[in-house]
């Protein structure tokens, strides 16, 4: 069987008789646009995130996609035209893009280059009178170290806001992401660790006048029906992904602790590989594997991949290119691990369904494929 770098199908045929259920509750009812299928699975997903330690109430509000979810917890900040936004570069563009779309600055500071993860010493430095939030990226599924930069953050102000699109089941020092922060956002495009058939998203507060003011926001600024108090935006999680998502989230505790279980495998295959470098695992983290990337040797990282296409196993490079150098978003800043990661990183397959022998088929691809491609490319 071919191996995938995420096995949707395999996913699919877990949970069809269930997924059929719900999707028929939902044609029985005829309720498509917010409605209790969407409360259901927003009362889920802040139960969810509660149990995994919040210390206060989690808020769990639906939304269309996890980029509304930036652009809407930006909003609710009071984030707009002049403002600046720090964030890394070492991301995917929404991060900054969200900031964008409200007239502010995406303001790059420089990652970790053990996690991946905002510097917060980066950030201090990049922290100006115009700055308005700050906001980290759990990249990868682990957290950013929210203890140093709620200390950079409280000193100067400055709420947090967590993009957790690839972690949510992550915690750090025992507590959830999305309750580290002012407020948390989600995506549950298909391939994220909690994904729907479609696009959706959702984002998470312990704070309840920012719950309401998410809310209202994302209702075209409106706290009741044909009231509008707010400029807002249309953003909906259908009735339909709610349903799917809901039956997904009863699965995601064991599908969180098999990325976990393939992870370590992947590991113990790569402990004495010195070519490559294994994911570090903060202490303080609980990392949820949304990807399991290696770094290794810039030079030869592409022809790497070429070979193990040829081997039959699938890689993703994520990001071949930092934000900073991107048209739209083009700072002249000094980003040396941001660019080292770019040059260097390799995601192999990750998904719940990896096989103990899944993993070492990928293990000894890449094993040859450095022994094959690493000589070529010295010579």
């Known amino acids: 069987m071919s191996l995938q770098m995420v096995d949707l199908r395999a996913q699919i045929e877990a949970t069809r008789p269930e997924i059929d259920a719900a999707l028929a509750a939902v044609l029985d009812r005829g309720a498509f646009v917010r409605g209790p299928f969407v409360a259901a699975f927003e009362e889920e997903l802040a139960a969810y995130v509660t149990g995994l330690g919040a210390e206060h109430e989690v808020h769990a509000l639906g939304v269309a996609n996890g ?33 964008a779309l409200l007239g502010a600055t995406p303001v790059f500071a420089d990652i970790d280059p053990d996690t991946f993860n905002l510097d917060p010493a980066g950030v201090e430095a990049a922290i100006t009178e115009r700055t308005k939030a700050v906001v980290p990226v759990h990249l990868f599924g682990q957290c950013a170290d929210m203890t140093a930069l709620r200390t950079v953050c409280d000193a100067h102000g400055l709420p947090l806001v967590e993009d957790m699109a690839q972690a949510v089941g992550a915690t750090w020092s025992g507590r959830p992401a999305g309750t580290l922060g002012a407020l948390g956002t989600l995506s549950f495009y298909p391939s994220k660790n909690l994904g729907a058939f479609g696009d959706g998203g959702a984002i998470l507060t312990t704070d309840a006048a920012l719950a309401d003011r998410v809310r209202q926001i994302a209702n075209h600024g409106a706290a009741k029906k044909y009231h509008h108090t707010a400029v807002g935006v249309n953003s909906r999680l259908d009735a339909m992904q709610a349903a799917i998502l809901s039956v997904h989230l009863r699965h995601l505790p064991v599908w969180t602790d098999a990325r976990r279980a ?118």
Do not use: W
């Open 262 to 379: 393939a992870a370590s495998l992947y590991d113990e295959a790569f402990a004495e590989v010195d070519e490559v470098v294994r994911p570090v695992r903060r202490d303080e983290a609980r990392h949820v594997f949304h990807q399991y990337t290696l770094r290794v040797p810039a030079g030869a990282r592409d022809a790497i991949a070429a070979d193990l296409r040829a081997r039959g196993v699938p890689t993703m490079i994520y990001y071949p290119e930092p934000l900073h150098v991107m048209e739209p978003y083009r700072a002249d800043v000094h980003l040396p691990e941001t660019d080292r990661a770019c040059a260097e990183v390799l995601s192999l397959p990750m998904h719940p369904h990896l096989s103990p022998a899944d993993v070492t088929r990928v293990a000894d691809a890449v094993r040859a494929s450095l022994a094959s491609v690493l000589p070529a490319v010295a010579a």
């Open 67 to 99: 980029t509304d979810a930036l652009q809407i917890a930006l909003m609710a900040l009071g984030v707009g035209v002049g403002d600046e936004v720090i964030c890394p570069a070492f991301t995917f563009v929404a991060t900054a893009e969200a900031a």
